[in-house]
């Protein structure tokens, strides 16, 4: 009997670029972007931190849920089983972990624990270096 796969887990997932990057690194307005690019984890990232930097609690977390939603759907689109890791250190993946760290907040302040501590560990799980990186460490 043969054995088959990876014996340490799953291969990390990495997502394509997206191309939403460049333009909010060029300084369009995220609100822009994820219309141009309603499919960016990052824009949809983006748009939930500024809202909850700026204490627009509801607004974030719709911005957040969304774009955890559209991350969700491109890690399927990439292979992703439901498990694994999905490295912080691949810049592309960024705009999911964002989302998913977002989300936490965002949860926790409304005070959805359950849903809150779910993100916490799903970041977690995804990347230590990502919950480390995104203050939930």
Not at 95 to 109: D, E, I, M, P
Request: with cysteine; net charge negative.
């Amino acid at each position: 009997m043969s054995l088959q796969g990876n014996l340490l887990g799953p291969e990390p997932t990495l997502l394509p670029v997206d191309p939403a990057a460049a333009e909010l690194d060029r300084g369009t307005a995220a609100a822009d972007v994820a219309a141009a690019h309603p499919t960016s984890s990052l824009a949809w990232a983006v748009l939930a931190e500024g809202a909850l930097d700026g204490g627009e609690t509801i607004a974030g977390y719709a911005y957040a849920r969304t774009g955890y939603h559209r991350g969700l759907d491109q890690l399927r689109r990439s292979g992703w089983k439901g498990f694994g890791p999905v490295p912080w250190s691949h810049e592309p993946n960024r705009g999911f972990l964002r989302a998913l760290a977002a989300l936490h907040k965002a949860a926790a302040a409304i005070g959805e624990a359950d849903e809150a501590e779910r993100c916490r560990v799903f970041l977690s799980d995804s990347d230590p270096e990502a919950a480390a990186a995104l203050g939930l460490a």
